[in-house]
Structures are given as C-alpha cells and as structure tokens.
C-alpha cells in the first residue's frame, strides 16, 4: 500500500522557516513526480509545489514562489519543502501527494496525513 508520512511542522514567527519532509513506500518513487499540498479550516485545498520524478523540473504556486524550494532524495525516498520567509497566511495543515506519472505535479492520486504548520507573531 502507498504510504507518505509527513514530518516537520510546528511553529515559526513571520519571516522564520521551518523544513518539512514526506518519507513514502509501497511504489517506485524514482518513476513518480510528487507535491505538496495545504489546507486551512472551511478552505479548500491549496496546491503549493511540484517536483518531476527525477528532480529537475520544480513549479510553485504564486504565493509562494521565491521562499520555498521543493527537493526530493530519490535514494531515501523523502521529498521536502524548505520554508523561509514564513508569512501568517502560510499557516496551515500541510499535505505530501504521489503524483500519477513522472510528472504528475498537479495530477496526484495518493495524500498523507499531514503536517500542522502555525505562524504567528
């Protein structure tokens, strides 16, 4: 079974950062591009990042671009998402996703449990 376990949230101040890391099993992560996703209370989900299955292609969402960077280490099977800069409206619960292809950034079929990211002053 496909299983993505996110790790690393807590709290920061804006302008702080924080690293969060999704480790997966059960598929071959090399052949499969992943994502992160995030999710505040009575709001949709937020797509937020994509990396290709082989890392060298990486997309992000407006809000974001430019203070976060999604990398991945294919021998460990991890995917992580630098924060820096936080701002308050970053806060929310974060989600790791599978990709469905090899460059599935935005077409993902797997979502782990999440990871509570709070910013606050």
């Known amino acids: 079974q496909v299983k993505l376990v996110e790790s690393g949230g807590g709290w920061a101040q804006p302008g702080g950062s924080l690293r969060l890391s999704c480790v997966a099993s059960?598929?071959?992560?090399?052949?499969?591009?992943m994502a992160w996703a995030r999710q505040v209370p009575g709001k949709g989900l937020e797509w937020v990042s994509g990396?290709?299955?082989?890392?060298?292609?990486?997309t992000y969402a407006d809000s974001v671009k430019g203070r976060f960077t999604i990398s991945r280490d294919n021998a460990k099977n991890t995917v992580f998402l630098q924060m820096n800069n936080l701002k308050p409206e970053d806060a929310a619960l974060y989600y790791c996703?599978?990709?469905?292809?090899?460059?599935?950034?935005?077409?993902?079929?797997?979502w782990g449990q999440g990871t509570e990211v709070t910013v606050s002053s």
């Open positions: 996703a599978k990709g469905s292809y090899s460059r599935g950034v935005r077409e993902t079929d797997y």
């Open positions: 059960g598929f071959t992560f090399n052949n499969y591009a």
């Open positions: 990396i290709f299955s082989d890392g060298k292609g990486t």
